[in-house]
């Protein structure tokens, strides 16, 4: 459900991974090299990163570099829907692969995430729910970072969110806008305003796109055949499968699967 690990304690993260967790990052000395979703950045002292649910990343640390990695799921951040709409607020933890280092106020940051250790080690009576309130002190602290630096805010709806990770649970099914609308209690008409609204395309675009990058994760990191990729994005068809990648990315399965494959 939530773990926290100290960067300068942690080995494993070189070789690139994929987890089913919200995983943030924090430099507090030193500087971090990362790639996620094949997109390079690097973290100095003081700077964050978040990587939604399922995107590819690794790390690469020096002898100097201290900090946190901090993984939670869904499941126990999100109670609600103001949980759902703050754990996306602004392009934190995104589907649309927006990630990108913020530079936030050292002291309440580093004071969260200690807390956050210290309940996980100590496990006093109701720990899960102070945590939980820690992670959301920790998201506002990004959120004003990223408002203080001038950024545009971005609120996205709660259905919408949900209509993204519903997408995201059931690659396989391959479903309509039709039957996600029907499964979410809403409507085909409402889905496609709030894709309008948050992306600027239509919902059948927005599937598109998960879709797409789902894709190029499993070329990528799984150690998949063409075929094997296509039916578990729900294509009955290799072909018709090979068609839509290169469409959406003007390159074919193959040549990504040569060009980008772990």
Known sequence: MITIRFLEETTDLSTPRRVMRYVLVYCSEGSIRMN?????????????????????????TNSYTKGYILEF???????????????????????????????VDRRITEMYLQAIQYELVRQPYQYFVSIHS????????????????????????????????????????????AQLAQQLGTTEIKLNELAKLNTGKTAQSVIYGLVT???????????????????????????????????????????????YAL
């Open 134 to 177: 820690y992670i959301k002190l920790i998201l506002v602290a990004i959120n004003r970072a990223k408002v203080e630096r001038g950024d545009e805010i971005w609120k996205p709806d709660a259905l919408f969110l949900r209509f993204l990770e519903a997408v995201r649970n059931s690659f396989e099914h391959n479903y309509t806008v």
């Open 36 to 60: 996620v979703d094949e997109k390079d950045f690097i973290l100095q002292a003081g700077d964050v990163i978040t990587i939604t649910s399922g995107q590819i990343h690794a790390l690469q």
């Open 213 to 259: 990058s789902e894709a190029k994760r499993l070329l990528t990191y799984e150690k998949l055949t063409i075929k094997e990729v296509a039916y578990k994005l729900g294509f009955n068809d290799p072909f018709y499968f090979s068609n839509f990648f290169k469409k959406q990315t003007q390159i074919s399965p193959s040549q990504y699967k040569e060009t």
């Open 73 to 103: 799921t869904l499941d126990f951040f999100c109670k609600d829907d103001q949980d759902i709409e703050l754990i996306f607020h602004n392009g934190l933890f995104c589907h649309f692969a927006m990630n990108e280092v913020i530079q």
